[in-house]
DNA sequence: ATCTATTGTTAGACGAGTCTAACAATATTC
DNA sequence: GAATATTGTTAGACTCGTCTAACAATAGAT
C-alpha cells in the first residue's frame, strides 16, 4: 500500500474519522476548527477527495467516508495512535507534544519503522526483567542522568547466581 | 531556537553542509544531485537563503554557509544523525530506511523527543543487565515474537537470588 | 584562441494548499 | 414567515517549491 495522498489530505480524512468517531455532525466547519484552517479550504479539499471517492459530500449536507475512504483514514488513525502511544509511554513525552509530533511524523515514516515502533513499545512492556520494568528503569535515568542502582545491582546478582 | 526554515531549506542548509564535509567543492549541481532537484531549483533556493544570511554564493562561484548557516545547518545534521541512529540502532532497520525516515522526519520532530530518543537510545545501550544486552533481547523479540529464553530466565534467577 | 561541452542563471509556468472577499443557502429567532 | 445569524461556496489572489526552455558564463580540448 503506498503512500498515496499528501500530509494535508490525510489530515483530513483523519479529522473526518475522528469526528466521526466522536459522535459529532461531521460539517465544514468543524473539520476547519479542528484543523485551523479557514472553511474554504475544507470545501476546496473535499471537492479534490471527493473527486477521488474518498469522501461523500453534497453541497451545504454532512460529510462522509466511502469505504475505500474510511480504509484510508483509519490507516492514518492507526499510524498516529502507534506514535503518540510510543512517545508518551516508552519516551516519557506530555501528552501535548506527543501529539504533535504524532500529527506530524505519521505523515512520513515508513511502514517498516513504524511497525517496529510498534514492537519496541510491546517489547519494552512485556520485557519486565523483574520487580522494575524497562520504562521505570528509563525514566530514572532520564531524571538522574545515570542507570540506576538496581539496575547494576541485579547485573552482579544475576552474575552471581549463574555462577 | 524556534524552527524557522521550512523543510525544503533545511534540506539544501544540510546538503551544502554534508557536501562541504565530504571535501567536495560546493556547487549547483553537486547540490542538485544531491538533493534530486534541477539547478534552477538550487539557483532559487540559493537565493532565499542568501537572502537571508544563511549562504554565500557570488553566480557561477563556490557556495559557502555563513556562520549563521552552519549553525543552522549542524543542527540538522545532528538531528538527522540521531534519528538515522536511533532507527538503526534500537529498532534495527535497514541503513536505507534508517536514513530516509531520518530525511523527513528530521524537519518535523520536536526537540523533546529528538532529545529523549537519544536518551533513551545511550540508556538501551548503557544498561546490558547481564551479558546479553537490550538490543540483542529485543532483536530476538523481533525475529520470534516472543520474549527471549534467557530473559525469563534471568528473571527468575534474580528471584532465587534474592530470596 | 576558438570551439564545444558543461555548468549556472533567468524567466515564466504549474500544482498544491492556503487565504480573503463576496455571495448563497440554511437555520434561528422573534 | 420575514429578518437575521450562521454556515458553506465560489472566485480569485498569494506563497512555496518545483519544473522546462532559453540563454549566459565558465572550463576544457584542440
Known amino acids: 500500500m503506498v503512500r498515496e495522498q499528501t500530509a ?12 466521526r468517531e466522536e459522535g459529532k455532525a461531521v460539517r465544514v466547519k468543524q473539520v476547519s476548527q479542528v484543523l485551523h484552517v479557514k472553511m474554504p479550504s475544507v470545501t476546496s479539499a473535499l ?5 477521488e471517492g474518498l469522501v461523500r459530500h453534497e453541497p451545504y449536507g454532512y460529510i462522509e467516508l466511502t469505504s475505500r475512504g474510511d480504509k484510508a483514514a483509519k490507516d492514518v488513525v492507526g499510524r498516529h495512535k502507534a506514535l503518540s502511544c510510543f512517545f508518551s509511554q ?19 515514516i515508513s511502514r517498516l519503522s513504524l511497525e517496529r ?3 519496541f513499545l510491546q517489547f519494552t512492556q512485556a520485557c519486565p526483567l523483574g520487580e522494575a520494568n524497562f520504562s ?5 535515568y532520564l531524571e538522574h542522568g545515570e542507570l540506576p542502582e538496581e539496575c547494576l545491582l541485579r547485573i552482579s546478582k544475576v552474575k552471581k547466581a549463574s555462577e
Not at 8 to 19: F, H, K, Q, R
Not at 47 to 51: A, D, I, N, Q
Not at 92 to 98: C, E, L, R
Not at 136 to 140: E, S
Request: include cysteine.
Open 8 to 19: 494535508s489530505m490525510e489530515d483530513y480524512l483523519e479529522a473526518i474519522a475522528n469526528l
Open 47 to 51: 471537492k479534490k477527495l471527493s473527486g
Open 117 to 119: 515502533l510498534t514492537k
Open 90 to 108: 516508552a519516551l516519557d513525552i506530555d501528552p501535548g507534544t506527543a501529539e504533535e509530533d504524532a500529527c506530524k511524523i505519521e505523515h512520513v
Open 136 to 140: 521505570k528503569r528509563y525514566k530514572y
